[in-house]
């Protein structure tokens, strides 16, 4: 018998053959793993869940990470299951709560105060040729005017300046020049105006320091409105708030009767807004008073209104 030498193998065969047995191994592996645990693979088909449609409430997340969650009254929570295996991220889960549930009603209370300070707002306004002279003006006006109401018991505190204008007065003229005729302005003059808001917190004063500002502010002096309202709208707002709550209440029970459901406790309030109490202004004439005798100016403050707004939801029960 003829013997045939054997050819010794390649070192590329050598790294094929055993990159060929490490994978069968795997595959044997994972197969061996799967039947021995009895859970296949999960299938995963269709679109992730949209956290709109699948949102519930529970308890507020906990400093140790145990997951669980919570919300104030009446305000959803979305809530994820965790399968970090998943290439679909986390699944959301509803538990049949929203922020839907239950009857929401809208509760308002007002109440009529009468008024006990006044807020004016006044200025001086001076128009002169230069800047300096429009300026020296109406400094003088306006020095002159606070002055005069501060010795009637304004406080310092109580005068505030609004605004502070230097503008130039500017007439159209025709001209002719090298690109033709056209208008361009030119100026006149300057004007300066100097406002403020001064509160008076005394009533019987208020016709006084109108009439003492348009004296000694001259031909100067703006009176611009005037308006009204409470120095401590605070110790009323504990009616307010009752006579909206009782409003709110009110409505959702009518709602609950109307629809044959009977009302459940208070799932959630919050308090939309609070008024600072503001009468309508009324806007003065913006003419300075005329020298000589003249009589005082009746000044009416009246009532002013505090409300508060509510919105309230309350549950459905069987």
């Known amino acids: 018998m003829k013997l045939t030498a054997i050819k010794p193998i ?23 793993g799967s039947a021995a645990s009895g859970t296949p693979e999960p299938t995963r088909t269709g679109a992730q869940p949209t956290s709109n449609t699948l949102i519930s409430t529970g308890a507020p997340a906990d400093s140790s990470g145990s997951g669980t969650s919570s919300s104030s009254i009446g305000v959803p929570v979305v809530q994820a299951r965790d399968f970090a295996s998943s290439t679909y991220g986390p699944s959301l889960y509803y538990d049949g709560q929203t922020s839907q549930t239950g009857i929401w009603v809208t509760g308002y209370g007002a109440k009529d105060v009468a008024s006990d300070v006044g ?61 033709g005729r056209h208008s361009e302005p030119r100026i006149t003059g ?8 001064v509160t008076v917190r005394n009533l019987d004063i208020l016709d006084d320091v109108i009439d003492t500002a348009a004296d000694r502010g001259g ?18 707002g504990a009616e ?6 009782a409003d709110a209440r009110a409505k959702a029970e009518l709602y609950a009767q109307a629809m044959g459901v009977n009302l459940g406790p208070l ?26 005798g003249y ?5 009416q403050s009246g009532d002013v209104s505090l409300s508060t707004t509510i919105q309230a939801a309350f549950a459905i029960i069987p």
Request: charged share 20%; net charge negative; with cysteine.
């Open 10 to 32: 390649s070192g590329k065969r050598k790294l094929a053959l055993l990159t060929a047995a490490v994978s069968i191994l795997s595959i044997a592996a994972i197969a061996c």
């Open 119 to 179: 807020v004016i707002y006044l200025g001086v306004e001076s128009k002169e040729d230069t800047v300096s002279a429009a300026r020296q003006k109406a400094a003088e006006a306006m020095t002159a005017v606070l002055d005069a109401i501060k010795q009637l018991g304004v406080a310092d505190d109580d005068i505030v300046t609004t605004s502070f204008n230097i503008y130039p007065q500017t007439i159209w003229v025709e001209v002719t020049d090298s690109i």
């Open 190 to 197: 300057y004007q300066v105006t100097n406002n403020v808001e």
């Open 219 to 236: 031909d100067l002096i703006r009176v611009n409105s005037i308006s009204f309202t409470v120095a401590d709208p605070a110790q009323h």
């Open 240 to 245: 307010t708030r009752q006579l909206a709550a």
């Open 267 to 292: 799932m959630f309030l919050t308090e939309i807004s609070s008024s600072a109490p503001m009468a309508q202004r009324a806007y003065a004439a913006d003419s300075a008073m005329a020298e000589g």
């Open 295 to 299: 009589a005082p100016t009746p000044i």
